[in-house]
Every structure is written in structure tokens, then in C-alpha cells.
């Protein structure tokens, strides 16, 4: 049986990981084993916060609108109560966008949820 040398493919695997891990900080970017284990561990992170950005970016949405509507003399809660009587079925993130940038508009979709608030 003929010997099979494995240093090309070895070296070629560590320098993958070191390429990836390019930018880390102290031996995490030059020392193979701990490179690894950081990358590892950033996929983690990676995998977990691109699922945690949707729940911030929602969050973000709801304290504009609040802090929006507010100026209307009413809270957010009534606000989206409001606006499902009145058959408006705009999404939190246009309505946060509109309230951000064309708050002329955002004021005429308030006027109309508030015609349907029961006092």
C-alpha cells in the first residue's frame, strides 16, 4: 500500500480557519485551535442574534409609533385597537416609517384611527 501524505490538505484546512478568523483579537486570530473554537462559537452568535435582530428591529417599530401617536393625545394600545376598527392594514414597520418620514400622512391615518375610539 502506497503512503498517503496529508500536510497539503491540513495546512489548507488551518489556513481557511485562520482567514475566517482574521480581525479577531489576541491569539484568536493567529493560534489554529483557538481560532476554531472562536469561530464556533461566533456562528453561535451569529445563528442566535440574526433571530434576536427581527424581535429588536419590532421593538424599535413599537416605541416609535408610541412615542408618535403620543403627540396625537392617544397611546400606542388605543392607537392599534383604533386603526384595526377602522380597517387599516398597515403594518407596525410602515406606520413607524411613515411617522419617522412623512408625518403629514402618519397625521391623516391617526385622524382616521381616532374616529374610531370608543370613549
Given at each position: 500500500m502506497t503512503r498517503i501524505k496529508r500536510g497539503v490538505m491540513s495546512h489548507k484546512r488551518r489556513k481557511n480557519v485562520l482567514r475566517r478568523a482574521k480581525g479577531f483579537e489576541n491569539g484568536k486570530k493567529n493560534k489554529f485551535i483557538r481560532a476554531k473554537e472562536h469561530l464556533m462559537h461566533a456562528g453561535v452568535y451569529a445563528f442566535r442574534d440574526r433571530r434576536a435582530k427581527k424581535r429588536t428591529m419590532r421593538a424599535l417599530w413599537l416605541i416609535r409609533?408610541?412615542?408618535?401617536?403620543?403627540?396625537?393625545?392617544?397611546?400606542?394600545?388605543?392607537?392599534?385597537?383604533?386603526?384595526?376598527?377602522?380597517k387599516i392594514d398597515i403594518d407596525r414597520k410602515v406606520l413607524s416609517d411613515l411617522a419617522l418620514n412623512n408625518p403629514e400622512i402618519f397625521a391623516k391615518i391617526v385622524e382616521k384611527a381616532k374616529t374610531q375610539i370608543k370613549q
Open positions: 409609533l408610541n412615542a408618535a401617536v403620543r403627540e396625537y393625545g392617544i397611546s400606542y394600545s388605543r392607537f392599534i385597537n383604533a386603526a384595526k376598527n377602522a
